[in-house]
């Protein structure tokens, strides 16, 4: 840690020990559209094994750690530098706790896993030396409506569906780290969309039906299934139509995981391209913070930003007409740094100050 920032923590400590802090509202923006929820099961993969042993732990930890670096750093394929080839050689550095345990399948048949917890720190100190993004563990809400045409009729694939695509969809946004909902298709969405609306892309309808569900994203798709000897085959297409997130994929003759594949990935490299945050070099931004009401209030602002996985260093430096002012020490450049902490509502942004933020609690 260099002379700033032991310098500008030293004052955080010392601000920390104040009993209140009072500050003034000032006239701001509401914050952004997006409903950020953090994923608390990013750094805790399950992986299938043949048996309950060491040797089996050892052979599949790399890939529960290849699997917790592509949820953090929202790379589809995580580059083999040197850091990363030495990391999968010695896997146990990076988790602290594992169980094995037995879980019914699909078809009704026991199938033993590994569940492998990594830790948090040790995860993101491997990315930070491997020089690779980092996607906080505040992730959207994507909400899909697939509409399946098996040749008898089209039918709204819902939660509780049977049907291959939507397990093969779980497992994609799984692996990718973001959350999935599908719709209950009970009586309230029955009475409020139609198959035929999803198919014809009814934005009204489709907007309408999704309103219940708060989604930061609605994926639409409609897919015609065909059986191919024992395989399930689809043809179709996908599409969100948003206007911060325009996106569409066809799929040919594709299986159900290539087919969930296609819709999901899309999607989320287009997430992770707007908010992962670059390796870039340190930068110090400094912030102007109002809207904190007394020591508990500054303490939970404190730590929440510390809790953020692009904030590397935090400093409070001072407190002027009512506002604390703030040093954090991140990869991000102010604006993606300010649109990161505006996002999940925790924040909201000034109109006439770029550097200025409210805090929301």
């Known amino acids: ?70 949820r953090v750093t929202g790379l589809r394929s995580v580059p083999r530098n040197e850091q990363i080839v030495e990391a999968l050689a010695k896997p146990d550095r990076y988790y602290s706790e594992f169980v094995f345990f037995d879980q019914t399948d699909d078809e009704g048949l026991d199938q033993l896993y590994l569940r492998i917890v990594f830790q948090r720190e040790a995860i993101l100190g491997l990315i930070s030396r491997a020089q690779l993004p980092v996607w906080w563990n505040r992730r959207p809400e994507i909400l899909v409506w697939v509409v399946v045409d098996d040749g008898t009729g089209r039918r709204i694939l819902g939660d509780d569906s049977t049907e291959p695509l939507v397990e093969a969809l779980r497992s994609v946004s799984r692996d990718r780290g973001v959350h999935l909902t599908l719709p209950l298709m009970d009586l309230d969405d029955a009475m409020t969309i139609s198959a035929g609306e999803v198919w014809g892309r009814a934005r009204n309808a489709i907007q309408r039906a999704s309103g219940r569900y708060s989604p930061d994203v609605v994926l639409t798709g409609r897919v015609r299934r065909a059986a191919t000897g024992d395989l399930l085959l689809y043809d179709g297409d996908w599409q969100v139509a948003q206007i911060d997130l325009n996106f569409t994929a066809r799929v040919e003759k594709a299986s159900d995981s290539e087919a969930a594949e296609a819709a999901l990935n899309g999607v989320v490299d ?92």
């Not at 608390?40 to 052979?59: G, H, I, M, T």
């Not at 391209?273 to 303490?299: D, H, K, M, N, W």
Request: hydrophobic share 45%.
């Open 270 to 361: 287009r997430l992770v391209e707007r908010f992962a945050v670059l390796p870039r070099g340190e930068q110090i931004q400094t912030l102007a913070v109002s809207g904190i009401a007394g020591a508990e209030g500054y303490a939970e602002m404190l730590s929440y930003l510390e809790s953020l996985e692009f904030v590397q260093d935090l400093a409070i430096t001072g407190v002027q007409d009512n506002t604390l002012s703030v040093e954090i020490v991140t990869h991000a450049g102010m604006e993606q740094l300010m649109e990161l902490l505006a996002s999940e509502g925790r924040f909201d942004t000034d109109a006439l100050d770029m550097r200025a933020l409210k805090w929301r609690g």
């Open 1 to 70: 840690m260099n002379s700033f920032v032991k310098a500008v923590v030293r004052k955080t400590h010392i601000l920390r020990s104040f009993a209140a802090i009072c500050l003034s509202i000032g006239v701001l923006l509401p914050h952004s559209g997006w409903a950020y929820e953090a994923v608390d099961w990013l750094y805790s993969v399950d992986v299938p094994v043949e048996a309950q042993s060491a040797e089996e732990r050892e052979r599949v930890a790399s890939t529960g750690l290849l699997r917790v670096l592509t």
